[in-house]
């Protein structure tokens, strides 16, 4: 099997990497562009194919494609159905469109999801049969793997743990919903919420860190606020952990998984984000869900996607 060839994609708002790897995850090449969304669909399918075919090895077969993608896919008609971040983007038929254009089976996920198959198979949850990923970043989203298998729901938009509802008086998020945990917890929230208390008063060294200009306050501000012991910005990782918490909680009592795997650059943050979820889930969750199941650090870092593109074909493919 390790003879066998794959092309990883990781399409983003602002970058397209590519890479091929053989079946057992060795790298052989890799290549990264401006993704330059502005320019219209038409110019960003020609840069994925460009990326494509510079690391599509001179004389070896390439078995499959596996590409992630931003927003709401239909899983099985490999459409991109909206991507936020990918203006003109609707509907597309990114599967077909690359299908046509290499001749190879092509398979296409959410980038969350895929990134979940990519800790499954490459990073922490190796060997655990049924996991949920979440990743916890500008936004949360998330992968659910049950027998070895992703989890994308009858219509192929399963799974968006960032949306579960956690605070029914909370803000409205940008998908519709109020007060969803991508609204609560992200690096976003955390970040909007710093600016919230701060513009109420309360003292906090994050004031001096951005020369007074709030609008510069992004999480990682809040989490080197927070590593030097700062007061308000340890509450605000405890009320994102404890919001995170409360879903992981949720999520134990519903699909009652054997592992949860914590990735995005707001884990960064350490034990000052995974303090209060512990807590939480201490408090909540009965010994019996708490004995059999792990929560912990993802492992495979920005190159989760495109490990976890590589997962997906492997995944289709049975192998």
Request: charged content about 20%.
């Given at each position: 099997m390790s003879s066998l060839r794959f092309v990883a994609v990781d399409l983003g708002g602002t970058q397209i990497r590519a890479a091929r790897y053989t079946a057992d995850g060795v790298q052989e090449a890799r290549v990264a562009?401006?993704?330059?969304?502005?320019?219209?669909?038409?110019?960003?399918?020609?840069?994925?194919?460009?990326?494509?075919?510079?690391?599509?090895?001179?004389?070896?077969?390439?078995?499959?494609?596996?590409?992630?993608?931003?927003?709401?896919?239909?899983?099985?008609?490999?459409?991109?159905?909206?991507?936020?971040n990918l203006p003109g983007w609707e509907n597309v038929p990114l599967r077909d469109e690359l299908l046509d254009a290499f001749d190879i089976p092509v398979f296409?996920?959410?980038?969350?999801d895929v990134a979940g198959l990519g800790e499954h198979r490459f990073g922490a949850g190796q060997g655990v049969s049924?996991?949920?990923?979440?990743?916890?970043?500008?936004?949360?989203?998330?992968?659910?793997?049950f027998d070895n298998r992703l989890f994308t729901g009858g219509q192929g938009l399963g799974g968006e743990i960032g949306h579960m509802a956690v605070d029914p008086h909370g803000p409205r998020c940008n998908c519709?919903?109020?007060?969803?945990?991508?609204?609560?917890?992200?690096?976003?929230?955390?970040?909007?919420?710093?600016?919230?208390?701060?513009?109420a008063g309360d003292p906090s060294m994050l004031r001096e860190m951005v020369e007074g200009d709030l609008s510069k306050i992004t999480a990682k501000e809040?989490?080197?606020?927070?590593?030097?012991?700062?007061?308000?910005?340890?509450?605000?990782?405890?009320?994102?952990?404890?919001?995170?918490?409360?879903?992981?909680?949720?999520?134990?009592?519903?699909?009652?998984?054997?592992?949860?795997v914590l990735g995005g650059g707001v884990t960064h943050a350490g034990n000052l984000l995974f303090a209060p979820i512990r807590r939480i889930v201490k408090d909540r969750a009965p010994a019996i869900y708490q004995e059999r199941t792990k929560i912990v650090?993802?492992?495979?870092?920005?190159?989760?996607?495109?490990?976890?593109?590589?997962?997906?074909?492997l995944m289709e493919l049975h192998l």
């Open positions: 562009m401006a993704t330059g969304a502005s320019d219209g669909v038409e110019f960003v399918m020609r840069r994925i194919k460009s990326a494509i075919r510079q690391v599509w090895p001179m004389d070896e077969k390439v078995s499959a494609i596996g590409i992630g993608a931003p927003g709401p896919i239909d899983f099985s008609q490999g459409i991109l159905r909206f991507a936020p296409l996920g959410n980038d969350a049924n996991m949920i990923y979440m990743t916890i970043s500008t936004g949360v989203g998330g992968g659910m793997i519709g919903n109020i007060g969803c945990l991508e609204v609560m917890a992200s690096g976003t929230a955390i970040a909007r919420r710093a600016r919230e208390r701060l513009d809040v989490n080197e606020a927070g590593a030097a012991g700062d007061e308000l910005a340890l509450e605000l990782f405890e009320e994102a952990g404890a919001y995170l918490g409360s879903a992981i909680v949720s999520l134990m009592y519903m699909l009652n998984p054997s592992l949860f650090k993802a492992e495979l870092g920005r190159d989760v996607g495109l490990w976890g593109a590589l997962a997906l074909c």
